[in-house]
């Protein structure tokens, strides 16, 4: 029988910095343990906890993003800069889209820069862990309501 042991499997939890407080998502080794320690009414349970740093640049690759959406996403950029929600400097390669590159200084989220997918599903998800943070940036919930409807709002 296998003894689980902190130090050699860790639980691991990922933080997922937003603007108002941090989201969290199970990483690896730590579903059945977390059970467990639920069912057992445990005070606390050890995890290792990890956090991306915001990168000083970001290309479309980068952000898991399928070819055909590529050409969006530095428009959808743009956006989020001209609403103050990421601020930095965009060097646009408007003959190959793939090829852009983000220099970032600050976001209010890192989601925020995915596919227009992926930031609505963040979205919601973000909204309904904390009701009106978006909005107090000004992104109101009929924007993360599909990946049209973010796209529209980012490029008007």
């Not at 199970?26 to 467990?36: F, K, M, Q, S, V």
């Not at 970001?58 to 950029?77: D, F, M, T």
């Given at each position: 029988?296998?003894?689980?042991?902190?130090?050699?499997?860790?639980?691991?939890?990922?933080?997922?910095?937003?603007?108002?407080?941090?989201?969290?998502?199970?990483?690896?080794?730590?579903?059945?343990?977390?059970?467990?320690?639920?069912?057992?009414?445990?005070?606390?349970?050890?995890?290792?906890?990890?956090?991306?740093?915001?990168?000083?640049?970001?290309?479309?690759?980068?952000?898991?993003?399928?070819?055909?959406?590529?050409?969006?996403?530095?428009?959808?950029?743009?956006?989020?800069?001209?609403?103050?929600?990421?601020?930095?400097?965009?060097?646009?390669?408007?003959?190959?889209?793939?090829?852009?590159?983000?220099h970032l200084?600050?976001?209010?989220?890192?989601?925020?820069?995915?596919?227009?997918?992926?930031?609505?599903?963040?979205?919601?998800?973000?909204?309904?862990?904390?009701?009106?943070?978006?909005?107090?940036?000004?992104?109101?919930?009929?924007?993360?309501?599909?990946?049209?409807?973010?796209?529209t709002w980012?490029?008007?």
């Amino acid at each position: 029988m296998k003894t689980w042991s902190l130090i050699e499997e860790p639980i691991r939890v990922r933080r997922i910095a937003g603007p108002a407080s941090p989201l969290y998502t199970l990483g690896e080794n730590g579903a059945h343990r977390l059970t467990t320690a639920l069912l057992a009414a445990l005070p606390g349970v050890w995890a290792i906890i990890e956090q991306e740093v915001l990168p000083l640049r970001v290309r479309p690759h980068q952000v898991r993003i399928r070819n055909a959406e590529a050409g969006a996403l530095p428009a959808c950029w743009r956006g989020l800069m001209s609403r103050g929600l990421v601020t930095g400097r965009l060097e646009e390669d408007v003959s190959q889209p793939t090829l852009s590159t983000l220099h970032l200084d600050d976001s209010a989220a890192l989601w925020l820069l995915g596919p227009a997918r992926s930031a609505v599903a963040w979205a919601a998800t973000y909204d309904h862990a904390y009701p009106g943070a978006l909005a107090d940036l000004g992104i109101a919930p009929e924007v993360y309501a599909d990946a049209r409807s973010w796209t529209t709002w980012l490029t008007a």
